[in-house]
């Protein structure tokens, strides 16, 4: 066992629930033997739509930096062989199915289902049938781990240097609690006005696209690219690039529109 | 074409200058008071507005950190035996430097009467900011010295003559970019080279264009990053090779956060060929790197 089961929530059973801050959070395990309790080694699957596999969770806190809405906390697991600590998802309702965690995650312990999806009974067959996760995984992981390789090989040692005389004290933190509180509402607006879901896709309007790749820089699925266009399809704007989503791998996460400075991209019903 | 956000055409990060819009427009009226009188004010500016939009739109797959920037240059004012009031973003708002600068006049004056009235309530006589664009903006936009009778400071000013001592863990060779803000609009070149020579172990040589004929970042005011800027970057950052430096050096959190994003991009698209063997960084993250244990 490597990753976490993606089929988690139909071949696992319910075992039990920990008080998260809003809502519990749901624990699976394969059966009532696989799990312990907190303090001995079976641990299983912790939450539904952010789910951990904390018997893989090595604990290196790569999603609680990632996440940008503060999902994650520290929770104490003595006896766990795999680590003494595990991320778990405090406060599971906020999460923006960004996906940042999930694609940073060392171990793929991290699974973020869309809450859309849970519970709907074609999840499990359609990806049986036609693979569209597998589809996903396989077209993200070379870009994803050539990136990460490339990064975590050479990091800044002067940043580090400085970061840990930084660490040293503790220093008068300067907004940023208040800066991902504004962020978080504005993506919980800009969500709530949108439909999303695997039934839906991004869609560009070339007329509007300025060609700014922020859309790109946004997208968790590598399913935006930027083709260039001969010089008599230019609109009023200034790039000749314009924008062009992937069906195959838009999951209709609606990021890109969030992105998007001149509401160029609109979510439409798939076909 | 029409357009129903409120927002002017800011692209490279449309959060970001988004989330500053929506801060400038919630009207606070309350009143505020600090627990006690300072003598400095330090002024971070957006570090952390612009950690949280890096973050989420993966340009931190280096490990560019902004708010380090914030925190390195309390320690050092802390190091330098200045206690300075934090005017931190809970209590102020954005200098609205680039609002300014894009023609959202209404944003920036929004910022500014709400900045102007928590500094006449927070007492300081010094303001000293980590940030170019700040620095200038409260210096001559606010005109701070002749409206509040408030000095503004960049906080390598701050620092200079203050017997400080650093020593690198290692002999490096450095060069300092100058920021367009300090350099040719408050034209201050000596304050950060001055610093630069305190720190025992580093070499500072200059880069072709250097002082008030520098080499623009290519992204002021974050008004647009398309080729033709990130050509003038990636000139700027060619430069550096030539020179056989290990680190460049800015003072402007967004010198630092546009280069950085520039030798990012370039790493993760090897097959590009273009490639910088060297680091971008704050000159107060360098120099808190470089801080020796006060005995």
Known sequence: MTEIDKNFMTTYAKVATYDGDDEPIQIWAKDSDSYGGVGTDKLGIWGSVVAVDFDICVADGACIEACPVDVYDWIDTPNHPASDKKAIMTREPDCIICRACEEVCPVTAVLITDPADIGSTDVVAEVNEDKPAEAIVEMQTPVVAEATSLFFKKPNKWLIAAKEVLAKEELPTTGIEKAKSMFKDLRKKTLDSLPRGKNYQALVDNEKCIGCTQCVYFCNFASIDMISWDLKARTSQFESKKALILEDTCTGCTLCVFACPVEAITMEARV | ?295
């Open chain 2, 1 to 295: 074409m029409s357009r129903t956000k409120p927002y002017s055409r800011t692209i490279p990060h449309p959060l970001f200058e988004r989330l500053i819009v929506e801060d400038a427009m919630n009207e606070e009226k309350d009143s505020w008071k600090p627990e006690r009188l300072h003598e400095y004010g330090y002024f971070p500016g957006c570090v952390d507005f612009m950690d949280v939009e890096v973050k989420f739109t993966h340009l931190n797959k280096g490990d560019a950190d902004h708010a380090s920037i914030a925190a390195a240059s309390i320690k050092l004012l802390n190091y330098a035996d200045i206690d300075p009031l934090i005017l931190d973003m809970n209590i102020f708002k954005c200098s609205g430097h680039d609002q300014l600068w894009q023609g959202q006049l209404e944003v920036f004056d929004a910022l500014k009467e709400h900045n102007m009235r928590r500094l006449k309530e927070s007492g300081v006589k010094i303001i000293t900011c980590s940030c170019a664009e700040c620095y200038r903006t409260f210096a001559v936009d606010y005109d701070l010295p002749g409206t509040l009778g408030i000095k503004v400071e960049h906080i390598t000013q701050t620092l200079q003559g203050r017997g400080l001592k650093f020593k690198a863990p290692e002999n490096v060779k450095v060069a300092y970019h100058d920021p367009c803000r300090l350099g040719r609009m408050m034209g201050e070149y000596e304050a950060p080279r001055d610093l630069i020579q305190l720190v025992d172990g580093a070499t500072m040589v200059e880069l072709e264009n250097n002082k008030e004929r520098a080499l623009c970042c290519g992204v002021s005011s974050m008004m647009y990053c398309n080729d033709a800027t990130k050509a003038v970057r990636r000139k700027r950052l060619d430069q550096g090779t030539d020179a056989g430096i290990d680190l460049m050096l800015g003072g402007c959190p967004k010198c630092y956060m546009h280069m950085q994003c520039m030798l990012n991009e370039e790493r993760m698209n090897p097959d590009e060929g273009h490639h910088h063997d060297y680091e971008m960084m704050d000159l107060m993250q360098f120099l808190v790197a470089c801080l020796e244990e006060k005995n």
